[in-house]
């Protein structure tokens, strides 16, 4: 049904991952889940690139979002089941109903995301700086990537892209990010760790009441500081002038955390999404993260 399209950039993803034969099967799994569920499925819902995504009705009237996520190597949909389950709509959007088998999630249907109502930069931090702290709480029982292996994996993908994107920043730029990536490796601690959302930004925070909540959840076991990280690599522009530890800063003493341990999660996630921007297409967001990084590390 038209209404019913897989966008092409989720097509697009779908394909370069194998997973073509999924994209027969959506009409399928929508039919199974709809009467199994008991939810009416509507319109495609656009804006995501890893998951077929629509409006959903409940039988009892809730408004709520299926989303139907591309299998691929990993446990993506099973991980954010558990980290909806353990956050249980504290800061994250509520789950009504998963399937990991399927890659299945109905979630609450929430309003328009922070990113679309022109909120200055310094309450945007607030909002998203304290929607994080609702989902901090100690998970042990999870079976989530750490944030150890999150370090390990950001050294990794940071020294392989930049080669294979003919160096789009400094070599000290790069030099910085695996330094800062490999002293939160190391510094892990599994006492410490507590559940993170992993991707905290504006696209992904959506009205809900009078607030907002998270969707999304990449999440980890890892040190808090690891979120604001986030928000260090997000608004590049703004870090072009003036002291770019002064948002570390404020970030810690709003959250009563590390700075230094926000300041390098910053460093190395801002490297990472710079080059992962320039080799999908994305190259003025791009351009903007890596001037960022290579003003930081230096002359």
Known sequence: MPHRAIPEIVKNKARAVGAEAWLDDVPRLIAE??????????????G???????????????????KLMIPRTGDGAANEIAVLRCANGDG??????????????????????LSDLGVPIARRHEILCDLAACMWRPAPGLDLQTG???????????????EALDKPCTEKAVEYALDCARRRTATHDDERAVLVHG????????????????????????????????????????LLVG???DRAMWLAQRSGLDATAIWEWGVAERVSTGLLATEIGLETEGRMMLAVADRIAGP
């Open 48 to 66: 995501g690139t890893e998951a077929f995504v629509a409006e959903a009705t409940c039988a009892d009237g809730r408004h709520a979002v299926l």
């Open 92 to 113: 994250c959007a509520r789950l009504l109903r998963g399937d990991a088998a399927r890659s299945a999630l109905l979630v609450e249907r929430l309003g328009r995301p």
């Open 199 to 238: 991707d905290v930004h504006q696209w992904n925070a959506l009205e809900a009441g009078g607030g907002f909540k998270l969707i999304d959840p990449d999440g980890l076991l890892a040190e808090a500081e690891y979120d604001l990280g986030i928000l260090m690599r997000e608004d590049p522009a703004e």
């Open 243 to 245: 002291d770019a530890r």
């Open 33 to 46: 889940i709809e009467e199994e569920w008991a939810v009416s499925v509507g319109p495609t819902l656009t």
């Open 148 to 162: 150890a292996d999150k370090g390990r994996w950001l050294a990794e993908f940071i020294a392989q892209k930049w």
